[in-house]
Nanobody
Framework: QVQLVESGGGLVQPGGSLTLSCAASGIISSFYIMGWYRQAPGKQRELVARITSGGSTNYADSVKGRFIISRDSAKNTVYLQMSSLKPEDTAVYYC????????WGQGTQVSVSS
């Protein structure tokens, strides 16, 4: 059984930083893509960043230069370092793994507010 467990969300002031973590278990193949999506109230879920097993990354234009995605393959864990956070980054952030079956975490709330 595949499980994705996120942690690290919370409330932060504009300009602040947070790091999200997602630990994957039950995935046999090491050749899979992991990523982060987010969904703000009243909006569709959107890709934030993703990383392949080879380390290739891509980012949404809105987070380029502010967010960094990384993974520790030995720990089956993916991280999202978020800096210079803006109120518009407020959303539920979801971890995703594609093996190619898609799996989702339960989501973690990130709120950016003064």
């Amino acid at each position: 059984q595949v499980q994705l467990v996120e942690s690290g969300g919370g409330l932060v002031q504009p300009g602040g930083s947070l790091t999200l973590s997602c630990a994957a278990s039950g995935i046999i193949s090491s050749f899979y893509i992991m990523g982060w999506y987010r969904q703000a109230p009243g909006k569709q879920r959107e890709l934030v960043a993703r990383i392949t097993s080879g380390g290739s990354t891509n980012y949404a234009d809105s987070v380029k230069g502010r967010f960094i995605i990384s993974r520790d393959s030995a720990k089956n864990t993916v991280y999202l370092q978020m800096s210079s956070l803006k109120p518009e980054d407020t959303a539920v952030y979801y971890c995703n793994a594609v093996t190619p079956t898609a799996y989702w975490g339960q989501g973690t709330q990130v709120s950016v507010s003064s």
